[in-house]
């Protein structure tokens, strides 16, 4: 069991130099030849608080992250060494392309590397940002008002059999649109682009919240980033 102290000790380490801006967009660049590597949390692990606890935050982290790269790499390595040094959401977008043998085992951890990297951008300090400007006109568009999102993601949330995620995707008829997927699969893999996205695997609450996958997205709800959302709706914008 970790202590408080190692917790927080590790948390900072994980935050030093790793500011939301440019390193934001760095975490899911090619890996190096010798593979990808687990990308420091732009927080320390108690930043989240009261909403995610540190120790799940230290847990999910460098155990269950680090765990799927390790065997990204693994893979990667044994029957396609030349994948390793391509980007993580090309990979994860061309998987019909890798030797049938891997394909399963890089899905699944090539998809658990690329979710994680993205979700920890995806969340920030309780309540310290809130969408606006043309990100709250979508989602008012999309939704009826921010509550409405709120109530469709979590019916996506609970919906989810078993482990997966809850994501915000640019729509098709509308602006905006909610959709889940099973395990560590990515809504890019099916050409969507990903605005927001859920962890509802039990390892990303059980701690704190036990069996209420409820009450962990309602609470999830308030450490949200809302920048970062806006910054991939302002992306997909102009594509």
Same mark, same amino acid.
């Given at each position: 069991?970790?202590?408080? #102290?190692?917790?927080? $000790?590790?948390?900072?380490?994980?935050?030093?130099? @790793?500011?939301?801006?440019?390193?934001? #967009?760095?975490?899911?660049?090619?890996?190096? *030849? =010798?593979?990808?590597?687990?990308?420091?949390?732009?927080?320390?692990?108690?930043?989240?608080?009261?909403?995610?606890?540190?120790?799940?935050?230290?847990? &999910?982290?460098?155990?269950?992250?680090?765990?799927?790269?390790?065997?990204?790499?693994?893979?990667?390595?044994?029957?396609?060494?030349?994948? /390793?040094? %391509?980007?993580?959401?090309?990979?994860?977008? &061309?998987? !019909?392309?890798?030797?049938?043998?891997?394909?399963?085992?890089? #899905?699944?951890?090539?998809?658990? &590397?690329?979710?994680?990297?993205?979700?920890?951008?995806?969340?920030?300090?309780? $309540? =310290?940002?809130?969408?606006?400007?043309?990100? /709250?006109?979508? +989602?008012? =568009?999309?939704?009826?008002?921010?509550?409405?999102?709120?109530?469709?993601? /979590?019916?996506?949330?609970?919906? $989810?059999?078993? !482990?997966?995620? @809850?994501?915000?995707?640019?729509?098709?008829?509308?602006?905006? *649109?909610?959709? !889940?997927?099973?395990?560590?699969?990515?809504?890019?893999?099916?050409?969507?682009?990903?605005?927001?996205?859920?962890?509802?695997?039990?390892? *990303?609450?059980? +701690?704190?919240? %036990?069996?209420?996958?409820?009450?962990?997205?309602?609470?999830?709800?308030?450490?949200?980033?809302?920048?970062?959302?806006?910054? $991939?709706?302002?992306?997909? !914008?102009?594509?």
């Amino acid at each position: 069991m970790w202590t408080r #102290r190692d917790i927080l $000790r590790w948390g900072v380490v994980g935050a030093v130099g @790793a500011g939301i801006g440019p390193w934001s #967009r760095a975490v899911c660049q090619q890996a190096q *030849a =010798s593979g990808f590597t687990l990308p420091k949390l732009p927080y320390a692990y108690d930043a989240l608080e009261p909403i995610i606890d540190a120790e799940t935050m230290m847990i &999910h982290h460098t155990r269950h992250h680090q765990a799927y790269i390790d065997n990204l790499n693994k893979a990667l390595a044994e029957a396609a060494p030349e994948w /390793l040094t %391509r980007d993580i959401t090309d990979i994860v977008r &061309h998987y !019909s392309q890798l030797p049938e043998k891997i394909r399963t085992t890089v #899905r699944n951890n090539g998809g658990g &590397h690329l979710n994680h990297s993205w979700f920890w951008l995806m969340m920030a300090k309780p $309540r =310290s940002t809130a969408p606006k400007g043309e990100l /709250l006109k979508a +989602l008012e =568009s999309s939704f009826g008002s921010l509550d409405g999102f709120k109530k469709e993601f /979590l019916a996506a949330a609970l919906g $989810r059999f078993g !482990s997966g995620w @809850a994501w915000l995707v640019v729509g098709k008829e509308k602006p905006l *649109a909610i959709t !889940s997927t099973p395990n560590q699969d990515n809504p890019i893999t099916d050409g969507q682009t990903v605005l927001l996205g859920c962890d509802v695997w039990e390892h *990303a609450y059980y +701690l704190k919240y %036990r069996n209420a996958r409820g009450k962990y997205v309602e609470a999830w709800f308030d450490v949200i980033n809302w920048d970062d959302v806006a910054e $991939r709706f302002a992306k997909a !914008s102009k594509q």
